[in-house]
């Protein structure tokens, strides 16, 4: 066999697992990577700081179903991965983090530019990788591919040193089958616990789903909608599980937690039997929930087992897959009238309605809640929302309406500004052959965050319209100050400059709006997303604006 | 209610391992009371035990977080009736004309070695449980420990079950 460069086996073990695009960003221990790039079928994107490589990674897995790629030199490029890896980690996303590593023999020396990214990943990554032998590249890679996208998905990293890269190995991509000890996710439900769900089921009457991101990765939206009408059984969502089931169902019941609707709250407090499909229960979606006191009983079924009885006592846990363990659920009869719990909800949702109304000053800008309203009913069926983290990020997930084959996306577990703009240009890149509707909803506060990487959708003129609310306030967190601490409390949060966000647009020459009315938002919107290319459209919304 | 429990894994000698399980403890806020490692009859895998005291919740997040490691083989409970569990320890003890033989004898019963003898101190040598190793302290206390060290329980099941994948 005639002896491959290890950085040129990288390369081609990439390719083998069909990796189209690398988000990454290049440096000295990656020179030998970079130099096979020149000739590699693979699209290398260069990103404008590492921060947000994982980001771009994690929407184009999201967008796409496939494993998203980022990469980084060693040390402060590494590091520099930490909070975007630790974000996929969060919210369970496919991503495969590549690093450089100074040479094997400077390790552990303080060499420039050695950071132990193994170390300072251990907690956020599902698994991670120090390839010590150019011979173990075609493993580490099909393993971490497997690792990363089965089971309860998550990022994982492999960090090379640079020296190994340079070695010229004679192994050929002869690894196929991956045979990891330690790894053997299990995909269906434990048959005897499905048995007792089941009986808990037909036995209910008054059952909420509580649907969460496990229902959106694992695809299992189609086989959810049918258990749900199959048995009326009306289904809540988390912020994760926006997009498990469609908004103008007359079974759905909003989203739950401490920026859920109102009336989502009340119904699940009110519900007998709770059936959780792959959500975490975390401290924001319960903290306005008291169904724990009572003696409702909960059906939790989870890909990760660890899930099960962490953040909440579960009465019966299945392990497994949403998709499979829905499908055998379906199979058997769990019916029951539930005529009366609908009736029910129906008057829960009429004493808990949605307001839009706000009153001067604040009506006197854009309401963006009207806002995101009105863009539910231009936007495409099949169009993505990106939203960053944020009051941006509330107002969207309540009132633009996720229905067919609508996405959104958002980092809901650790809540990292910034994310919407790279993620939205991965997911873009996932869809160059098939362009669809994108849009990045953000604040002044989580754009600047990451406002560099506009030189990348200006470079490669991808379709995004950015949903710019303007208040140059960090919204939510004065929310909370208010909240917390009264009127006036405010510290830290607010942006004292008003930047000029139409020349920075010019700058990068993306097409720009500046709306302060909601007619006129409307007016431009169409405009906006018939135009080839990035738009930007910045919309006024009054600082005291910060009801959700 | 708060217990002690043993548990033994099998595990991927794999680069790291040690430490990605530490860090697990340390950033879930469990305790670890001791933990031993150690090659196999298998190269390429380790045997690792751990003591840990939490009450039945976190001891079922545990192992089921030990098992989410991808380095992670098998976790069991080491339940006392059903294993071994011992530990090993080194007392250095004062001693001199008067007392040293009083102290092999106490060591004698206890079926202690003594391993090291100087003109004012002993070093001795005990395997046990954590019962016979406290009654063992116990007992030559009042002649003065200069310092000692524990080397954490090790255990294995009893009969002829294994711990394999």
């Known amino acids: 066999m005639i002896p491959l460069l290890a950085s040129k086996l990288i390369l081609k073990c990439l390719e083998r697992e069909n990796v189209e695009f690398v988000f990454g960003y290049p440096g000295g221990a990656l020179l030998p990577l970079y130099e096979a790039f020149r000739t590699s079928p693979i699209k290398h994107i260069l990103v404008r700081n590492e921060q947000t490589a994982p980001h771009y990674a994690s929407g184009y897995a999201r967008e796409s179903g496939r494993v998203g790629v980022c990469l980084a030199t060693s040390g402060p490029g590494a590091t520099n991965l930490v909070t975007g890896i630790a974000t996929a980690y969060l919210d369970s996303i496919p991503i495969v983090a590549i690093t450089g590593q100074v040479d094997r023999a400077l390790i552990g020396t303080d060499a420039f530019q050695e950071a132990d990214i193994t170390g300072a990943t251990a907690p956020f990554t599902k698994h991670s990788y120090l390839v010590q032998d150019a011979a173990d590249i075609p493993r580490i890679i099909r393993e971490a591919f497997h690792i990363a996208s089965t089971g309860r998905p998550g990022p994982v990293l492999i960090d090379i040193p640079r020296d190994v890269q340079l070695e010229n190995v004679k192994t050929g991509l002869t690894y196929d089958k991956v045979d990891i000890l330690g790894y053997k996710p299990n995909q269906s439900g434990h048959s005897g616990q499905v048995k007792r769900a089941i009986k808990k089921i037909k036995e209910a009457d008054k059952p909420v789903i509580y649907a969460g991101g496990g229902v959106v990765l694992g695809h299992a939206e189609k086989e959810l909608l049918a258990f749900a009408e199959k048995n009326n059984i009306p289904v809540i969502t988390s912020l994760m599980g926006i997009g498990a089931f469609p908004e103008d169902h007359p079974l759905y019941c909003g989203i739950v937690g401490s920026h859920g609707y109102a009336y989502s709250n009340v119904v699940m407090n009110g519900a007998d039997l709770i059936i959780n499909i792959g959500a975490r229960m975390s401290n924001r979606a319960t903290s306005k929930l008291t169904s724990f006191e009572n003696n409702t009983e909960f059906v939790h079924i989870d890909i990760d087992p660890a899930e099960i009885g962490k953040n909440m006592e579960t009465s019966i846990p299945i392990v497994g897959d949403a998709k499979t363990v829905l499908t055998d659920l379906l199979q058997k009869d769990t019916l029951k009238d539930r005529s009366g719990w609908l009736a029910e909800i129906d008057k829960i949702k009429e004493l808990n309605p949605l307001v839009y109304d706000a009153d001067p000053p604040c009506s006197d800008l854009i309401n963006p809640k009207v806002l995101f309203r009105s863009m539910s009913e231009v936007t495409s069926d099949n169009a993505t929302v990106v939203a960053d983290v944020g009051l941006n990020q509330i107002w969207s997930a309540l009132y633009y309406h996720i229905i067919k084959d609508r996405k959104y996306f958002t980092s809901g577990g650790l809540g990292t500004m910034g994310y919407s703009i790279p993620a939205a240009a991965g997911a873009s890149f996932a869809t160059l052959d098939q362009p669809k509707q994108i849009f990045i909803v953000c604040g002044d506060g989580s754009f600047q965050m990451s406002m560099g990487e506009l030189g990348v959708i200006a470079e490669h003129q991808l379709n995004v319209n950015i949903i710019l609310i303007t208040n140059t306030k960090l919204g939510m967190v004065r929310q909370l100050q208010f909240d917390n601490y009264g009127k006036g409390h405010y510290s830290g949060t607010d942006i004292n400059f008003d930047i000029d966000f139409m020349k920075l647009a010019e700058a990068y020459g993306i097409k720009h709006y500046k709306v302060d009315k909601n007619d006129d938002f409307n007016k431009v919107l169409p405009e906006a997303i018939k135009h080839q290319g990035p738009t930007l459209i910045q919309c006024q919304v009054h600082p005291d604006f910060i009801r959700i | ?165």
């Open chain 2, 1 to 165: 209610m708060e217990k002690k429990t043993c548990l033994s894994l099998l595990v991927e000698n794999n680069f790291g391992v040690l430490s990605r399980i530490s860090g697990l403890f340390a950033r879930r806020g469990y305790n670890i009371d001791s933990l031993t490692v150690g090659t196999t009859e298998n190269a390429e895998l380790s045997r690792i035990t751990i003591t840990v005291t939490g009450d039945d919740q976190i001891l079922t997040q545990i192992k089921k977080q030990l098992n989410k490691l991808i380095d992670v083989i098998t976790v069991i409970e080491l339940k006392p009736d059903e294993s071994i569990i011992r530990e090993l320890v080194f007392i250095k003890v004062k001693a001199d004309d008067t007392t040293r033989s009083q102290i092999v004898e106490i060591a004698n019963m206890f079926r202690a070695n003594i391993v090291d003898v100087a003109r004012e101190s002993l070093v001795i040598e005990i395997t046990g449980t954590r019962y016979k190793i406290e009654g063992f302290f116990e007992m030559v206390e009042p002649y003065g420990i200069l310092e000692f060290v524990r080397s954490g329980d090790t255990g294995l099941q009893r009969g002829a079950k294994i711990l394999s994948h």
